[in-house]
């Protein structure tokens, strides 16, 4: 069988729960965004956050999409970049107990952090220090990555690295795989939408995009953001949080439900409905019963804190997997 595979910053992931939105404001942190650090400030961030409760993940985007892609049993890999320390070993280490074949460029640069704040509400907010991550350039990436692979999934934060995103996709889609991107921050989009309009023309076959996203990348309503991004790819899939998500090919269009879920913390959600949407394309479902999937894992990835889910979790998720797949 082919393997999925994914691109994006090998992070580790410090899920943090606060109290309130005060500490936000003190911090000068839009709520609900990603913001990239340098050293410095995540020293003084990591400080005034030591009295709160924290656990430490392995996380980064696109890693969690393929570690959950992995869990449902498909065959997996990652591509990222770790600095050779602790922090580094402790990602790779987190790959390969997921069944994800690691394929980590390393160097001296300390690995990268994110810290996830968590508000009451379940809404995070990102702190994000590249680190090593950052380095992987264009001549880390070769044609050999992506063999075998029937999709290549990007986040989209390498879309800040022009060279090594569009280096990477244009490898990828030279050996005859899909391309799949995750917009995964509005600001990012914001940033970057020309550029962000020419890869999905150029490259991408799937693009998922949650309503800020997809606002930012075309101006639009979220059914509106599903027509326009659906004209310049084969898929768009547009996630409106507790209203669901809207999956939109060519003429066909499709309304899916979020499942009965209580929301603790968002961190994970997008990733996770990339998962099982992409785990539902590999078993060639149709694309509601995809959405369907989608809606499932990130239903329950959300009654948790972090991306990760326990193993009795993802045994009932997979009993409700199966019954999705075998759907007529």
């Known amino acids: ?39 410095e ?36 890999s990652f591509i990222g970049k770790i600095g050779n320390d602790a922090t580094g070993m402790f990602f ?14 390393k160097t001296n640069q300390p690995s990268g952090r994110c810290i996830a704040l968590i508000s009451p509400d379940g809404e995070r907010t990102f702190c994000t220090y590249l680190g090593a991550a950052c380095e992987m350039n264009p001549s880390d990436i070769d044609s050999s990555d992506f ?33 799949s991107v995750d917009l995964a921050s509005f600001n990012v989009v914001e940033d970057n939408r020309e550029f962000i309009t020419y890869l999905i023309e150029k490259y991408v076959d799937i693009v998922f995009a949650n309503e800020e996203e997809s606002f930012a990348l075309t101006q639009k309503s979220p059914i509106e953001a599903a027509d326009a991004i659906s004209k310049i790819c084969e898929i768009a899939v547009i996630k409106i949080g507790k209203k669901g998500s809207i999956v939109k090919s060519g003429n066909s269009i499709y309304n899916i439900d979020p499942i009965d879920a209580v929301c603790v913390d968002t961190t994970g959600a997008g990733d996770l409905y990339a998962s099982g949407f992409l785990y539902g394309l590999s078993m060639h479902c149709s694309l509601e019963n ?31 997997v199966e019954k999705i797949v075998t759907e007529a």
């Not at 280490?93 to 460029?105: G, K």
Request: charged share 20%.
């Open 1 to 39: 069988m082919k393997k999925i595979i994914a691109i994006g910053n090998a992070l580790v992931d410090i899920i943090t729960t606060i109290d309130n939105d005060n500490l936000l404001k003190q911090l000068s942190l839009p709520k609900g965004s990603m913001q990239l650090i340098n050293i």
């Open 41 to 76: 400030r995540l020293s003084e961030i990591s400080k005034i956050i030591e009295p709160y409760n924290k656990k430490m993940v392995a996380g980064g985007s696109a890693a969690n999409t393929i570690c959950g892609i992995s869990t449902l049993g498909l065959p997996t």
């Open 92 to 105: 790779s280490s987190d790959l390969e107990a997921n069944n994800v074949e690691p394929t980590l460029i």
């Open 147 to 179: 063999e075998n692979g029937y999709i290549a999934h990007f986040e989209g934060y390498l879309i800040q690295n022009y060279a090594l995103i569009e280096t990477a996709m244009r490898l990828a889609k030279n050996t005859g795989a899909k391309i």
């Open 290 to 320: 995809c959405g369907k999937l989608g809606s499932l894992l990130s239903g329950n990835v959300v009654e948790v804190y972090g991306a990760k889910m326990d193993e009795s979790r993802w045994e009932k998720i997979k009993i409700e």
